[in-house]
T-cell receptor, first 115, second 113 residues
């Protein structure tokens, strides 16, 4: 399983764009990059998943450079409600065989949005 | 509402007691898993299942048992509770393992005294 490294914490003011970068130097060919958001006392919530280049949905954008050794989660115009822990995960989601895809969560990045 | 349902939400056990944490999903997901989350830590995988009748160990399986007799249910059993098992437990499910993301339950906060 590819190991990921992300900042422990980040602060941002309301209305700003926030970019959280995740390093995954030993990402494998079939690995996807997935981001989750977790609020206190809740389970993680899937935000976005991508393989290469750029993926965008109604919540965020995910930028993946050509070498795929890092990725950046971009949250446009954050609000106080975006204060949460954000996890970057890397793995092969459809590798056949039992035990092939196990989510490995690190400590995540704690984002604090300041009014 | 479709999703992952965990019961109970809170539980206090005495050391040595056993109990079962329930997890049910109504999305016909084939993959289900159990995690524990301790303060300041990320989530650690306990056990997982890729379908009914198939289970396997994750990163921290000791002290826990699982079974998967149906697609919908994936209970986690604590055999003899220890204070080290005080944690928040999350159940998750997904279609095709992880390709479209996982859906997590709201968690069970367990305290062992």
């Amino acid at each position: 399983l590819a190991k990921t490294t992300q900042p422990i914490s980040m602060d941002s003011y309301e209305g700003q764009e926030v970019n959280i970068t995740c390093s995954h130097n030993n990402i494998a060919t079939n690995d996807y990059i997935t981001w989750y958001q977790q609020f206190p006392s809740q389970g993680p919530r899937f935000i976005i998943q991508g393989y290469k280049t750029k993926v965008t949905n109604e919540v965020a954008s995910l930028f993946i450079p050509a070498d795929r050794k890092s990725s950046t989660l971009s949250l446009p115009r954050v609000s106080l409600s975006d204060t949460a822990v954000y996890y970057c995960l890397v793995g092969d989601p459809v590798k056949p065989g039992a035990g092939s895809y196990q989510l490995t969560f690190g400590k995540g990045t704690k984002l604090s949005v300041i009014p | 509402n479709a999703g992952v349902t965990q019961t109970p939400k809170f539980q206090v056990l005495k050391t040595g007691q056993s109990m079962t944490l329930q997890c049910a999903q109504d999305m016909n997901h084939e993959y289900m898993s159990w995690y524990r989350q301790d303060p300041g830590m990320g989530l650690r995988l306990i056990h997982y299942s890729v379908g009914a009748g198939i289970t396997d160990q994750g990163e921290v399986p000791n002290g826990y048992n699982v079974s998967r007799s149906t697609t919908e249910d994936f209970p986690l059993r604590l055999l003899s509770a220890a204070p080290s098992q005080t944690s928040v437990y999350f159940c998750a499910s997904s279609y095709r393992q992880g390709r479209y993301g996982y859906t997590f339950g709201s968690g069970t906060r367990l305290t062992v005294v």
